[in-house]
């Protein structure tokens, strides 16, 4: 009776360092689209504003003031077969399968502008989604005592700077202040408690719940027909770090860069709702029950680092028609291991997270074809390792696995002065294997939880469609 919704958070912040569009873990949309025609392998590249995102050193590439600003829209679709998820009792979870869970379509928009100042500055400023997550399985669904809604939101405004050393040289800077929000919830396994309660060694303890309720004047009767608590959940912060950069142009058709985004640190606060007004007809015995399970209205808190990557890629121009590129990332996940998550100023225990995630890189190739002086064709493949490490260690909030993203894309000159970028992706999950236990028991006062154990398969891809706007002045 003890649910763990704030883990969803969690896990969500835990992606929230920006180091590439459709990255494992919470990535949202993409942050360019012109990056995204090459499966953003582009950071070497430095073509428009959005090398702001992939390496700040680029800026110093571009001439004058330029702006590009679009969206993405990310179609998702997403099936989940229950394998036979149960409760802490190990008796059958029960409840519908999962259908529709996922939203037919989410937008994540993006704006950078970039302005060369002398010879040697040129400052930049970023803003963009670096992640985002909608899910809703409903209330009655197998997995509810794990989840049964989230939403993420985040926003990152990143000013940035690049100095230009000289024609082989560059660095870069940014600052990265980052605000996320999140909203969830996770029905409370009250049908498990009480049946625990009804026998063996929780026998004398129902029978005390029992007593209490006849004492108030409730009904008893009513513990056999209750059903699910529902707990919900909302937080906020916003956190900073930096991003560096740095390009080194061998000559006029080659360029190589380093790029560097560091962890956020945040601390998550928000306020946690319980309702068990629907548990059984009878309000004392649903007081009651709220009382046993010490679900009292509170703060919620956790502190956590986001973790840092790196990036190295490459930009050759082959001949007047034909360029090439290539992006290797790494992120540094291994840091995230167990979490505790604290609700202050309340009896319940804190909640250990199973998150142990592992390190990833993501590897991209594409290229640019120039069919003639107004259009250029993109394309790109890229490999993209999930840093869930097994299916112990996969929540329903985060079904990731690894995938494959196979992109498109395509730039059209409207005058010397302004262009649009067109884009699309397809992104092909492996199956995510769910085999997740939260390991307390809900009736211990040490801690908080569940018990629930969700087993189940989910078969995932979605398409990404881009739009932006890019104009010199």
């Keep these: ?63 004058g003031t330029q702006i590009s600003t679009g969206a993405t829209v990310v179609v ?25 869970y996922a939203p037919d379509a989410v937008a994540a928009p993006a704006l950078y502008i970039s302005k060369k100042l002398d010879d040697k500055w040129t400052a ?45 040289h560059a660095f870069g800077f940014g600052i990265d202040a980052e605000f996320m929000k999140a909203e969830l919830g996770q029905a409370v396994d009250v049908p498990g408690s009480v049946a625990a309660l ?29 059903t699910d608590g529902h707990g919900s959940n909302d937080g906020k912060d916003w956190g900073w770090g930096f991003n560096l950069g740095y390009m080194f142009t061998l000559d006029e058709n080659t360029r190589f860069g380093l790029a560097y985004r560091s962890s956020i640190s945040h601390k998550l606060r928000g306020s946690t709702v319980w309702d068990f007004s629907q548990v059984t ?12 399970s010490r679900k009292e209205n509170s703060a919620a808190l956790v502190a956590l680092r986001t973790p840092e990557t790196l990036s190295a890629n490459v930009f050759h121009q082959f001949n007047s028609k034909w360029a090439g590129m290539a992006d290797v990332t790494f992120t540094r996940n291994n840091r995230m291991g167990n979490l505790d998550i604290e609700f202050p100023g309340t009896t319940e225990g804190a909640e250990v997270i199973r998150q142990q995630w592992k390190n990833t890189v993501r590897v991209s190739l594409g290229g640019n074809y120039a069919y003639s002086e107004n259009l250029t064709l993109r394309g790109g493949i890229a490999y993209d390792e999930s840093p869930v490490q097994s299916a112990e260690l996969t929540h329903p909030a985060l079904p990731d696995s690894d995938r494959m993203q196979y992109s498109i894309g395509a730039n059209w000159k409207l005058s010397p002065r302004s262009s649009i970028d067109l884009a699309y992706s397809f992104l092909d999950f492996k199956d995510a294997h769910i085999n997740y236990t939260n390991q307390c028991n809900p009736l211990a006062a040490a801690c908080t939880g569940n018990g629930e154990t969700t087993r189940g398969v989910y078969q995932t891809h979605l398409s990404l469609i881009g739009l932006s706007y890019n104009y010199k002045f």
């Design 1 to 63: 009776m003890q649910p763990k919704y704030l883990s969803l958070i969690i896990a969500a912040a835990l992606s929230a360092a920006s180091f590439g569009a459709q990255a494992s873990g919470y990535r949202f949309g993409s942050q360019s689209v012109a990056g995204q025609g090459t499966a953003d392998a582009n950071g070497a590249e430095a073509a428009d504003p959005s090398t702001i995102f992939y390496n700040p050193a680029g800026l110093s590439r571009l001439e």
């Design 76 to 100: 998702p679709h997403s099936t989940y077969n229950d394998t036979g998820s149960t409760r802490f009792t190990g008796t059958p979870t029960g409840g519908t399968q999962a259908d529709g």
């Design 124 to 168: 930049g400023l970023g803003l963009y989604v670096p992640y985002g997550a909608k899910l809703d399985y409903g209330n009655t669904w197998n997995g509810r005592y794990a989840l049964s809604n989230i939403k993420l939101e985040a926003i990152t405004l990143n000013p940035s700077v690049a100095w230009k050393l000289n024609e082989h």
């Design 198 to 226: 009804s026998s063996g060694a929780g026998a004398a303890q129902g029978a005390a719940l029992i007593r209490q309720i006849a004492a108030l004047g409730g009904n008893p009767a009513l513990l056999r027909t209750a």
């Design 281 to 292: 007809s009878d309000p004392i015995v649903n007081k009651v029950l709220q009382t046993a």
